[in-house]
């Protein structure tokens, strides 16, 4: 069983819509978490970084941590067609020197 | 501001011939830097990850190496490149607190 569980899209939507991108994990024990997206043939650009459970809201995108599912979301309100890209999760244990295990990412296309 | 400087964009390279990948980092002293590698359609996976001079972690047995000659410097290497060794490196810097911060990559086709 894989650490991290991502659907790989792609996810079509248009534009103005909400989008919702989730992860799945096996380790209850992960505690940080970070949302990454990424453009065709780019390094992958932090979106959002959080601990623990909860929301937290950076502009137009919103992560939420539900550690009782172990499940997690990022909402992304909006959409432009700017934001068709690949999006990331990756998470980890500690955040001292611990490996983060990413997602394999959910293609995005926001549709004008 | 902290950036991240990755070089060659892309590589296509024989099966058998020897690889350097350099990493530079600017605006930031003693840094933890990474390598990663993406395969098409696979999350990240970590490769090396160094916390100082000379310091490297291996996370991964296989035909790579990394060095870290100095502090905002990293590099990955092969002596033979294997055509398994193909895909899209990634250096990265992290601070405690905070996400990493990737480069731009390198493309590597090995042929």
């Known amino acids: 069983q894989k650490e991290v569980e991502q659907d790989p899209g792609p996810l079509s939507v248009p534009e103005g819509a909400i989008v919702s991108l989730n992860c799945t994990y096996s380790n209850s024990a992960f505690q940080y978490f970070m949302w990454y997206r990424q453009y065709s043939r780019k390094g992958p650009e932090l979106l959002m970084y959080?601990?623990?459970?909860g929301n937290k809201e950076d502009g137009r995108f919103t992560a939420q941590v539900d550690k009782s599912s172990k499940y997690i979301s990022l909402f992304i309100r909006d959409s432009q067609p700017s934001d068709s890209a690949t999006y990331l999760c990756?998470?980890?244990?500690?955040?001292?020197?611990?490996?983060?295990?990413f997602g394999s990412g959910t293609k995005l296309n926001v549709k004008p | 501001s902290q950036t991240i400087h990755q070089w060659p964009a892309t590589l296509v390279q024989p099966v058998g011939s020897p690889l350097s990948l350099e990493c530079t980092v600017e605006?930031?002293?003693?840094?933890?830097l990474y390598w990663y590698r993406q395969a098409a359609g696979r999350g990240l996976q970590l490769l090396f990850y160094s916390v100082g001079i000379g310091q490297i972690s291996s996370e991964v047995p296989q035909n790579l190496s990394a060095s870290r000659p100095q502090d905002r410097q990293f590099i990955l290497s092969s002596k033979k490149l294997l055509l398994s060794d193909s895909g899209f490196y990634l250096c990265?810097?992290?601070?405690?607190?905070?996400?990493?911060?990737f480069g731009s990559g390198t493309r590597l086709t090995v042929v």
């Open positions: 605006g930031t002293s003693n840094p933890n």
């Open positions: 990265a810097w992290k601070q405690q607190g905070s996400g990493y911060t």
């Open positions: 990756a998470m980890s244990v500690g955040d001292n020197f611990n490996k983060f295990y």
């Open positions: 959080t601990y623990s459970s």
